[in-house]
């Protein structure tokens, strides 16, 4: 069931409500907690952090009239900013002309890394750990049934304190963001790894630079529906992004405006996701949009 922009927004919180139920087949008591102020005590939320004065409510709203590949989606976000639903359900009624969204995932896989230090000799380090990296992987993998560390990976880098040998554990997290049995599986390996080293193990923690879970989405915006001189200012805008990092940092904070609000709405890390995304904005070591758009010949606007 596709739900117009135009005419959801048009209906009262009640009445939204009880559209979401029917569409997204939620139960009574979850519409009831929708409704509710806040579900969260003070009392629980002193035992979630340290020295609670209060809460800080956020509304909840529905984007409508998503089409991802080929599948109308309904999506939450949660956010203080006016006009960021509205602004998200203009650009999913854009695209629905050409198709709507043509989304991939590239991989569900997250990188742990074990920082070697005071190693006398990197290549025989690296030789040693490879020789056993069966066994390492069969130790990581005691720590999880349902999620797979499938391969090591080496760095060499050169820092202020002197070489050091980075190793890398690829696993797959499936749906999960993956911190938790990350950590545990490069805490098991350790000792291990820093013995085949004959170095020194320092820190051991997941990366938020996901570059083996990426998302790709591509989009076609028909130059009949916004206007030729529209398509060319959107694609000067993106050239600038691309040349300027002031211009950028701006670019990607309106991106950042929508999954914000989708991560905060699904009670996901934010900080994690936003470190990931400018971190990935900066890899080639200039800070770059994490959006391009340019024409086809036909003139058409693509993202």
């Known amino acids: 069931m596709a739900l117009a922009n135009s005419s ?9 409500r009880r559209i979401l139920k029917k569409v997204a087949g ?3 008591e979850e519409i009831e907690a929708l409704s509710l102020p806040g579900s969260l005590s003070l009392d629980m939320a002193d035992k ?23 599948r109308e989606y309904l999506v939450p976000m949660a956010t203080e900013q006016r006009s960021v639903i509205k602004m998200a359900e203009m ?14 995932s590239l991989g569900s896989t997250m990188i742990g890394q074990i920082q070697l230090t005071q190693i006398q000799d990197l290549k025989e380090a690296s030789e040693n750990i490879i020789a056993l990296k069966d066994d390492i992987l069969r130790l990581a993998n005691t720590q999880s049934r349902t999620r797979t560390a499938f391969d090591v990976e080496l760095r060499t880098l050169e820092s202020a304190v002197g070489p050091m040998l980075i190793f890398e554990l690829l696993v797959d997290v499936r749906d999960s963001m993956g911190a938790n049995v990350v950590d545990s599986m490069l805490e098991t390996v350790s000792p291990l790894v820093s013995s085949l080293s004959g170095g020194k193990a320092n820190l051991r923690v997941l990366s938020n630079l996901a570059t083996k879970r990426m998302v790709r989405v591509e989009v076609t915006v028909e130059s009949d529906s916004i206007g030729s001189d529209m398509v060319d200012g959107i694609v000067e805008a993106s050239s600038f992004a691309s040349a300027d990092p002031y211009r950028a940092a701006t670019h990607n904070k309106g991106i950042m405006n929508g999954i914000v609000s989708v991560l905060m709405a699904t009670s996901n890390d934010t900080r994690a ?10 890899l080639t070591g200039g800070y770059k949009p994490l959006s391009t758009w340019r024409k086809d010949g036909e003139s058409n606007l693509i993202g």
């Open 8 to 16: 959801f927004s048009i209906l009262s919180p009640s009445e939204r």
């Open 26 to 28: 939620l139960t009574e």
């Open 48 to 70: 979630m952090i340290e020295n609670v004065v209060g809460l800080i409510p956020v509304p909840i709203g529905i984007a409508s009239g998503f089409l991802i590949n080929g």
């Open 91 to 104: 650009g999913a009624s854009m695209v629905r002309a050409s198709g709507g969204f043509k989304a991939e």
């Open 273 to 282: 996701v936003e470190a990931g995304a400018h971190a990935y904005a900066a």
